[in-house]
């Protein structure tokens, strides 16, 4: 924070009326101006701070905010500003990532508007375009952050194409390939036809599609009839180079050895068994392509089979296919099988529902294939990473998803880091005349290049591989920096769990590989963020919510709020707009009790607690009771991230306890001390452990209830435990005073009385429910508009006539209704609302006894006739007794 902050733009008093528009960017642009978001370094040992580091998940550079990211940075901004609330040296890292195709094809469609391609540019000129691009239209996500209040340190942000960062990725892939664990060599990977790239298991979307499954037969070479195989993709059969069944399968045990023809080309193939076959799936018999099946290609790497890639680039079939050359491999699929047909080998052709991958990019269908890139050797790194995961030194929120890391960690392939794109972090290999890679930590002079014909590697990284030293370079690293001693390793990483595998593995493997140390402590998982019914939400479906919009009608911390709310860690999130709106309604709640506090005030300005100078009422203690009942759950949601806990506790002592019963019994008490400060403490309390919540509300009043001089509630202190105030006899005697005016109110409005009449009560209680309702008797003849109230032992000692039972906790109340209802007339109203309920209670019995209605009817609806039926009886016996009463 800077020095001297200037004043908050806080009015001394509270508006008629709550207006977020009004109230939330000045409120920001205050906190940014004032340096309350910044954090400076320290590392010594006697630090007077603890540090507390969070990474922010880094958007794309071409991402716009959306659901997923308000939750994500909503739970991120709650934890920051509580550890700076909590004094510590919180840093909350922000940035962006530069990527590759993302932005890569963000600028070839604008090129594409002019007929133009980057080709047409060249590589340097569509680089300098890209950069432009940046430079006007990128980062908008981090301004749309600042409309939701993110509290991150912009002073610190950083763009993973930032000089220094370019200089730190490569230097860790120069190190990596010097010990042995990048290289060079033939796999099969994931190929985007249309981006003309490997992409990473995390860019490929999988969806369910209605295809086809052919069955072929392929010929044995002895002029028999071979075999039939099933096929989902039958132009991949020009890449064959076996066929293979189960080992165990007694239908093909003499055809295991045997030569096949491939159909068309002629080639001739293998039968080989591997265990890996389905027996059940079509014939039990499968072709195999190792250039173009994952499955494929490990059973030809157990069987030494060949793998012939039948595919150009951008899809088309490649001189392996023979007559099929050059045609694109959707057309071929067709007219593979149009020709099998001729030649009597297509069998039949089912329809068949099967997953197929979409390039999330472009919704290209991708292509398996084999093909020459360059590898992280990972075995020896995620070893490493699962036993820091084993031995505590990264715990992940919910528990239970350290079992599926683990998995994917021990069983983990090696990872393709190179991509065909010009956009990214280029590869710092070079190729000399004779073909031999040069990796170079700083690039070779024009002398070199001239002597070596030396040309570099024109691909670039996997944006995973920059993206996975986000913890340690922001922080300065590879120099030892202040920042990097003082914040790494981080304190927690928060993060969507569909993410864990592909970025949450790679900055724990790379961490521990080159610092020694965990990039984090912990990784808190938040779900997705869903409609009420629990649907994902999707344009296809309909059901997107822009978070902009709800900011824009209903004000950020409605926002945050009720994605606040159901944000238990590891669990999806349900939102619907209606209930964005009852956080709306929060806030003014929050914002009108303001108001009234700071109208009951000396001066409008809170009055510092000074309790053991005055006399407290039972609503004091009890509030203050509750206040650190709410603190301590509210403390434990927070402590262990589980934020939903931390805003419910809030929210039910904010709304329930604090303005619903404590400021009406504290209305009439005006001038009175003790109310004043229990009003000040209660609310400034509240205000506090909700901003981290709700932080333009909290903030807009805690500068009215306090009016300090540049200071910020973000930089007040966290409320410590106050064991003194933890009080259970005036619980315990509130909660009878409670139950006596909760059950009146009841009295009254079933027996239809008007606001302003007032009813004689005569209380037959236990000496212990006497002792708790006496201290509150004030109370009860203000909230339950009692005119006299008579401690006895029965109902004789009311007024002759008939008399009102209430039933409460310890004993009955009595009131007598002469003069206070006309009596035949509230007679005559009971029978016919007692007519009503036996009518409506016999309806639904005939209906449960209907052994059609319950063996037909949904379970749900059987069930709401029950409870119809309890309730119905219910209010007959009431009516019966009410009418009972009146004689």
């Known amino acids: 924070m800077n020095a001297a902050s200037p004043p908050a733009p806080s009015p001394s008093s509270l508006s008629t009326s709550y207006q977020p528009s009004e109230v939330e960017q000045p409120l920001y642009d205050w906190w940014d101006d004032s340096g309350f978001f910044h954090a400076e370094p320290d590392d010594s040992a006697d630090a007077a701070h603890p540090p507390f580091c969070i990474m922010l998940p880094l958007p794309n550079v071409t991402g716009s905010l959306h659901m997923g990211h308000a939750l994500d940075h909503s739970v991120q901004d709650a934890i920051i500003r509580r550890a700076r609330m909590r004094g510590d040296n919180a840093l909350w890292q922000p940035g962006t990532d530069h990527a590759g195709i993302a932005t890569q094809n963000v600028v070839e469609r604008e090129l594409a508007k002019g007929d133009l391609t980057r080709h047409d540019l060249g590589r340097e000129a569509f680089v300098e375009r890209v950069w432009a691009w940046r430079e006007e239209s990128g980062e908008i996500i981090l301004r749309q952050m600042r409309r939701l209040g993110a509290s991150c340190d912009w002073q610190r942000s950083v763009f993973t194409l930032d000089q220094h960062y370019q200089d730190a990725v490569r230097k860790v892939f120069v190190r990596l390939y010097e010990q042995g664990l990048i290289y060079r060599g033939y796999r099969l990977i994931n190929w985007c036809p249309r981006d003309t790239s490997a992409i990473s298991d995390i860019e490929v979307d999988h969806s369910d599609e209605v295809g086809e499954l052919a069955f072929v037969r392929y010929p044995a070479a002895d002029g028999g009839d071979g075999v039939v195989v099933a096929t989902t993709r039958a132009e991949t059969m020009l890449g064959d180079t076996a066929v293979a069944v189960h080992p165990d399968d007694q239908r093909y045990t003499d055809l295991v050895g045997q030569t096949l023809v491939l159909p068309l080309l002629g080639r001739p193939i293998p039968v080989v068994a591997d265990s890996h076959v389905d027996p059940e799936f079509g014939t039990g018999a499968v072709k195999v392509t190792p250039a173009h099946d994952p499955n494929d290609y490990e059973i030809g790497q157990r069987h030494d089979l060949d793998a012939i890639d039948i595919l150009t680039n951008d899809a088309h079939i490649n001189a392996n296919g023979g007559p099929y050359e050059g045609l694109d491999r959707f057309e071929a699929r067709r007219k593979v099988k149009a020709d099998l047909e001729a030649a009597g080998l297509l069998v039949r052709v089912e329809e068949r529902t099967h997953p197929v991958g979409h390039c999330s990019r472009c919704g290209t269908v991708v292509e398996p294939r084999l093909s020459e890139q360059w590898f992280v050797r990972v075995a020896p790194l995620a070893e490493r990473a699962a036993q820091a995961v084993r031995d505590g030194r990264v715990a992940f929120l919910p528990e239970r998803n350290a079992k599926g890391f683990l998995n994917w960690l021990d069983n983990l392939h090696d990872w393709c880091i190179s991509r065909q794109l010009w956009w990214g972090h280029r590869i710092p290999a070079w190729y000399d005349r004779e073909d031999r ?83 984090f402590h912990a990784v808190l998982n938040h779900g997705l963020v869903r409609d009420r019914h629990g649907k994902k939400m999707s344009k296809s479906f309909g059901n997107v919510i822009d978070p902009l919009g709800l900011i824009d009608r209903y004000g950020a911390d409605a926002l945050r709020f009720s994605l606040l709310r159901g944000a238990t860690p590891g669990q999806d999130a349900p939102l619907a707009e209606e209930w964005v709106e009852g956080a709306r309604r929060f ?37 203050l009771s509750r206040l650190e009942t709410a603190r301590a759950a509210a403390e434990e949601g927070y402590a262990s991230y589980d934020l939903a806990r931390a805003a419910r506790a809030l929210y039910h002592f904010a709304w329930d306890e604090y303005c619903d019963w404590y400021l009406e019994l504290a209305k009439p008490r005006e001038g009175d001390r003790a109310a004043a400060m229990v009003l000040t403490y209660g609310l400034d309390n509240l205000l506090r452990l909700l901003h981290p919540l709700m932080p333009f509300v909290t903030e807009q009043i805690w500068q009215a209830l306090w009016q300090p001089s540049g200071d910020s509630l973000m930089c007040a202190a966290w409320p410590s435990p106050q064991p003194g105030h933890h009080d259970p006899d005036a619980e315990a005697a509130f909660d009878a005073v409670a139950d006596v005016v909760t059950e ?102 005939r209906k449960l006894s209907n052994s059609g ?33 009146l004689g």
């Open 437 to 519: 890679i040069h990796v170079l930590a700083t690039d070779p002079s024009p002398a070199q290049v001239e002597a070596d014909g030396l040309r570099q590697d024109p691909d670039v990284l996997d944006t995973w591989f920059s993206a996975q030293l986000w913890p340690f370079v922001t922080l300065g690293w590879p120099r030892d920096t202040p920042e990097l001693r003082t914040w790494y390793p981080t304190s927690v990483l928060v993060t969507g769990y569909d993410i864990n595998t592909f970025w949450v593995s790679r900055m724990l493997m790379i961490g521990l590989h080159i610092l020694g140390e965990v990039p």
């Open 587 to 623: 806030a003014n709640k929050l914002w009108n009790a303001a108001r009234f506090v700071l109208g009951r005030l000396p001066d409008g300005k809170g009055v510092p607690a000074a309790f053991d100078e005055v006399a407290l009422q039972i609503e004091d203690r009890w509030l």
């Open 744 to 845: 009146l109110r009841k009295f009254r409005a079933d027996h239809g009385l008007a606001p302003s009449a007032r009813i004689d009560v005569v209380a037959a209680v236990s000496d212990l429910q006497r002792q708790r309702t006496a201290e509150g008797l004030d109370g009860i003849r203000r909230l339950a508009g009692v005119a006299s109230w008579i401690f006895a032992e029965d109902a004789n000692q009311a007024d002759g006539g008939p008399v009102g039972k209430v039933v409460v906790a310890g004993g009955e109340l009595y009131v007598p209704l002469a003069g206070l209802v006309d009596l035949d007339e509230e007679r005559e109203r009971l029978r016919r609302e007692l007519a009503r309920a036996v009518s409506e209670s016999q309806r639904a019995q």
């Open 853 to 885: 209605f319950v063996a037909k009817a949904p379970e749900a609806v059987v069930e709401a006739e029950r409870s119809k039926v309890a309730e119905w009886e219910a209010a007959v016996a009431k009516m019966t007794a009410q009418l009972a009463a």
